[in-house]
Every structure is written in structure tokens, then in C-alpha cells.
């Protein structure tokens, strides 16, 4: 069985302010580690994932992730966010077998106040 | 343009109305999925499909069926609505794993 833990449900921070997102999960096999963001109203959008190889990995809008096996982290990180960054970011896990489809942690909603 | 088209966005139905969720895909992707997302209990699976009537049951199928009779139309089926199944629901789909291409979802309320 997968889960997922997000420790945070709501992080506070101002613009420009670095940002760290914590993800914890459980799995006994090869997974696929991946975060998402959901702006109010939306679907969820893709920023990145890991499976193997570097444990620092690149997302989009200046986001990256590190793996940490030995914590069974993949935590969420950013320099120096911006308003639009405001959003609820979910970690999910999924099998190598992608057709099993992703388990979602519960989401931290991040709040950028100016 | 990548993208994932649900209809309709909103919808109000009474309870034991059937309900008809449509989703497409302009990716050509074989796998499709339906999530509901409510608050406090995140997103949770109901069906997954492999491809043109080739469905499996996720964590929560119970009162919900499929259709997918073509690759880039995925439909989830609500036979006789009840008010818990009240919720958004989100289509998706995925080529490679660990990445998945969501909708913007349907508002889902029963009355």
C-alpha cells in the first residue's frame, strides 16, 4: 500500500521568500515521485518527478525536489516564490507500472502575501 | 495544445438522477483516469482505463461505472445519483509514468 503524508496542510510566506513543501510517503517497491499545483478553480498541473538517478530534480517555475531514500522525503522547494505561486501543491507516488495510477498526499496550500 | 476537456463544468442534480461526465483528450494517451477530490480526503481513484474497453476499478468504484468506447473519450456514469457523491471530479490521462495531464474538473452537487 502507498501513502503519502504532506506535514503542512498551509504555509504562510511573503514574495520573494523561499518556500520549502514537505512530502513524506511509504511504499515498498520502485515508485515515481511527482508534485503537483492546483490554482483555486483548477485541474491539477504537472512541476516534476523523480525516479531515479540526480535526487535534485528541475520543475518549472524555478521549483525543484530532492529525494531522500533514507527519509523517504521528496520535499518541494523554491527560492523566492511570487504571488502566483499561491496554489495547493500535492505530492503523489506511483508504481513503475503508471497505469495503476498516482496516490495523492492531501495538499499544502501555500499563501504569497506581498 | 495538450489538453484535457471535461463537460460539463457544473452540474445540479437531484438524487436518483443519472449522471453523465464526458472527458476528452487530444494526446492520443491509452491511459485515462477519474478521480473526486473532497475536502480533507484529497483525491481519490475511481476507474482507471487501459485503452478502448479495457477498464479497471480504483479505490472507490462503488456507484460509478465507465465507457470508453474510444481512445481519446473517457465517460464516467453515475446511475441513480446519491447526495455523498456530491464533489468535483477530475479526468485525466498519462503517457509515461509519474506524469499525469489533468482536467479542470466538473463541479458534481446533488440535491
Known amino acids: 500500500t502507498q501513502t503519502v503524508s504532506q506535514s503542512d496542510a498551509h504555509v504562510t510566506v511573503f514574495e520573494g521568500d523561499s518556500v520549502e513543501l514537505r512530502c513524506n510517503y511509504s511504499?515498498?517497491?520502485?515508485?515515481?515521485l511527482s508534485w503537483y499545483i492546483q490554482h483555486h478553480g483548477h485541474g491539477l498541473q504537472f512541476l516534476l518527478k523523480y525516479y531515479s538517478g540526480n535526487p535534485v530534480v528541475q520543475g518549472v517555475n524555478g521549483f525543484e525536489a530532492e529525494f531522500s531514500k533514507s527519509d523517504s522525503s521528496f520535499h518541494l522547494r523554491k527560492a523566492s516564490v511570487h504571488w502566483s505561486d499561491s496554489a495547493v501543491y500535492f505530492c503523489?507516488?506511483?508504481?513503475?507500472?503508471?497505469?495503476?495510477?498516482?496516490?495523492f498526499g492531501l495538499g499544502t496550500r501555500v499563501s504569497v502575501f506581498p | 495544445d495538450m489538453k484535457v476537456t471535461q463537460m460539463p463544468r457544473y452540474l445540479i442534480k437531484r438524487m436518483g438522477e443519472n449522471v453523465l461526465l464526458e472527458c476528452g483528450q487530444d494526446m492520443s494517451h491509452e491511459t485515462m483516469y477519474w478521480y473526486r477530490q473532497d475536502p480533507g480526503l484529497g483525491l481519490q481513484l475511481i476507474y482507471i482505463?487501459?485503452?478502448?474497453?479495457?477498464?479497471s476499478e480504483g479505490d472507490i468504484p462503488k456507484g460509478y461505472r465507465v465507457s470508453r468506447k474510444k481512445r481519446e473519450h473517457f465517460s464516467l456514469i453515475l446511475d441513480s445519483a446519491k447526495t455523498n457523491q456530491t464533489s468535483v471530479y477530475f479526468c485525466?490521462?498519462?503517457?509515461?509514468?509519474?506524469?499525469?495531464?489533468f482536467g479542470k474538473g466538473t463541479r458534481l452537487t446533488v440535491v
Open positions: 482505463s487501459y485503452d478502448v474497453d479495457s477498464n
Open positions: 511504499y515498498g517497491g520502485s515508485i515515481y
Open positions: 485525466a490521462s498519462s503517457l509515461r509514468a509519474g506524469e499525469v495531464f
Open positions: 503523489a507516488v506511483s508504481s513503475n507500472n503508471y497505469a495503476q495510477g498516482l496516490t
